[in-house]
């Protein structure tokens, strides 16, 4: 088979599969991803079962329930892990500066794209395939034909193709990983659910009601194609789907396109050049009115922290006006958004969309400074400039404290739309349930968490960034750590709830160690109540912020205490090896 695969026609598949082979990240996300699907299937399973007294046979022609969980499942893993494993696909050949080599080869330009798309895929249809035990077991209950079941296998095996292809255009189109990885999740959030934002927003300003045909508004989203043809043929299904077949087509072609006039672009800042361009232009338009400066740029020059300066000057937040600009174009649309949803939340009395914004605003806040920390000094690895840095005279945790400024600013942005949905909503409850302590309270842990929640999140990627070699391992390798903290300790609380048949008091306290429960226990006072079983949550959320600033500190203590080590400065300490020097694969020849 390896010989197959390095003979022609597939020769940069082959390579790409035995790259993946040999590389240990690719078997701790396959475990990691199968620890979850199966965790969370069995606490399912387990659910169904206490809830029919525990005789498993009530639930012969249950099965397919069991089912639309475990393709429910394969959605969520689908759209967390596929843009993060491709996005890398043709951004690491960039990097490594072998995508030219390529293109001396004999392989055509379509044949790169679709080696390097079938090639990162493989590794995600292993994940399809590690729920085949557990598809025998919902089969076995019964409910579930034949078509129902290949129509399902079909809708997870396009939503693969369509959100690949997503992927790798914007991998062809970036120029390095990291902006390949935050277009990929950023811009999907938009493809799918801009059409019905938009047809919301058109309502709000014409004083109607959303309208809008759900089929239409909806074609490209293979989720709600399977949840609307559920029990469908699978003809009926594939007629459905051809949007999404034609927009997995449109998105290859668009790869194609950038493949070869976007290989030899150079790493820089798209906003950052708008930015300039603009600053150019108001200076000439600011002569024509006598030179009145509304806001004085301080002095940007170096003084005690050049690399600080460095790392921020070349991002669109060096200028003071930069900033502000960012501000209201993150701060913008979120009011609006905000604005509308309590609008036409008040017609019916509530305002929980409120809620679904702010875990999407979470998402994205978390996603882009997780892949942004990872690669702080990854990149410096792989331009070759590393060495120039540690060259200076600055120690090795001044280096890392003057990298976390830029970091720290990044946060400050991201912090934006989070507080700004927060304070939203506290008005909007303000306004339809009287106001009073609760909400006070509501904006105070709020604002905590984003306190608390995006530092612990940098400090923490930044640690794995600091041990990893290349970007993909590093932004991989946080996601994967990043969802592991936010799911496993609320399977953890479900496992034990229905193991003992409690559902509150000590038994579900894992859940204080997410912080996906924490928010949840924020919007939903009585969540907190009844889950706790306390008379005093708000001391419990205490203790919680407090273990979260505790391993916040941890991990900035780990970074700065072995700051030379990690850089490379030093070697590990006495009586530690690699598995290299081991080997004895590091002993010159005598």
């Known amino acids: 088979m390896k010989g197959l695969l390095h003979s022609a026609p597939f020769p940069l598949l082959g390579k790409d599969l035995v790259e993946q082979a040999a590389r240990r990240r690719t078997y701790v996300v396959r475990v990691v991803y199968a620890v979850l699907l199966f965790l969370c299937f069995l606490l399912f399973f387990y659910e169904m079962a206490s809830s029919m007294a525990g005789d498993i046979f009530w639930m012969l022609g249950y099965g397919k329930r069991m089912f639309e969980f475990l393709v429910a499942m394969q959605f969520v893993g689908i759209f967390l892990f596929l843009p993060a494993m491709m996005s890398a696909a ?88 990291v902006q390949a990885f935050v277009c ?12 019905a934002i938009c047809c919301v927003l058109v309502a709000l300003f014409t004083g109607g009601r959303p309208g809008g045909d759900e089929d239409v508004l909806f074609a490209l989203f ?56 603009l600053d150019g232009f108001m200076h000439r338009l600011n002569r ?106 600055m120690s090795g945790p001044d280096i890392i404290l003057q990298k976390v400024r830029a970091l720290r600013q990044s946060a400050f942005v991201l912090a934006v739309p989070i507080v700004t949905v927060v304070l939203i909503e506290a008005w ?38 600091l041990r990893a070699r290349t970007r993909a391992r590093a932004i991989i390798t946080s996601l994967v750590v990043l969802v592991s903290w936010c799911a496993l300790p609320i399977l953890a609380a479900m496992a034990l709830t229905i193991l003992t048949g409690v559902d509150e008091g000590p038994v579900v306290y894992p859940l204080l160690l997410s912080p996906v429960s924490i ?26 912020y407090a ?13 700065l205490e072995n700051a030379d080590r990690y850089l490379g400065r030093i070697g590990p300490p006495a009586g530690r090896r690699t598995r290299r020097e081991s080997k004895g694969l590091n002993r010159r020849p005598v």
């Open 90 to 177: 043709l951004t690491y050949e960039k990097e490594r500066d072998s995508l030219s080599l390529l293109f001396i080869t004999r392989l055509r330009p379509w044949e790169i794209l679709l080696q390097k798309y079938v090639g990162h895929l493989i590794p995600m249809f292993t994940f399809l395939f590690l729920s085949l035990p557990l598809l025998a077991i919902c089969y076995a209950y019964g409910g579930i034909t034949t078509a129902y079941l290949s129509s399902a296998v079909f809708v997870l095996v396009l939503t693969c193709l369509q959100v690949g292809a997503w992927a790798l255009m914007f991998s062809s189109f970036c120029s390095g990983t």
């Open 184 to 195: 990929s999740y950023v811009m999907g959030v938009l493809f799918y659910l801009g059409p």
């Open 222 to 277: 293979p989720v709600y194609i399977f949840v609307d043809t559920l029990g469908g043929t699978l003809g009926r299904v594939a007629v459905r789907s051809i949007p999404i077949m034609l927009s997995t087509v449109v998105f290859l072609v668009l790869a194609r396109a950038f493949l070869v006039r976007r290989a030899f672009v150079l790493r820089r800042s798209v906003m950052l050049k708008v930015f300039r361009w």
């Open 288 to 393: 024509l009115v006598g030179g009145i400066v509304l806001v004085k740029e301080p002095d940007t020059l170096p003084e005690n922290a050049p690399i600080a300066w460095r790392e921020v000057s070349k991002q669109p937040l060096g200028k003071l006006s930069h900033l502000i600009r960012i501000f209201l174009l993150i701060e913008a649309p979120t009011v609006l958004i905000g604005g509308a949803v309590v609008v036409l939340g008040s017609f019916r009395g509530d305002c929980e969309e409120l809620t679904l914004l702010l875990y999407m605003v979470w998402a994205l806040a978390a996603l882009i400074l997780t892949a942004r920390s990872a690669n702080a000094f990854v990149s410096e690895r792989a331009n070759q400039t590393l060495d120039v840095l540690l060259a200076t005279p």
């Open 428 to 465: 909007a409850e303000s306004w339809t349930r009287g106001g009073g302590p609760p909400a006070l309270v509501y904006v105070a842990f709020s604002l905590a968490a984003a306190g608390i929640f995006l530092p612990m999140i940098y400090w923490v990627s930044l640690w794995i960034g």
């Open 519 to 544: 928010i949840a226990m924020v919007e939903f006072p009585e969540l907190a109540d009844d889950v706790l079983g306390t008379p005093v949550p708000v001391l419990a959320l205490v203790l919680t």
């Open 547 to 559: 273990w979260h600033a505790a391993v916040w500190f941890l991990f900035r203590w780990l970074c």
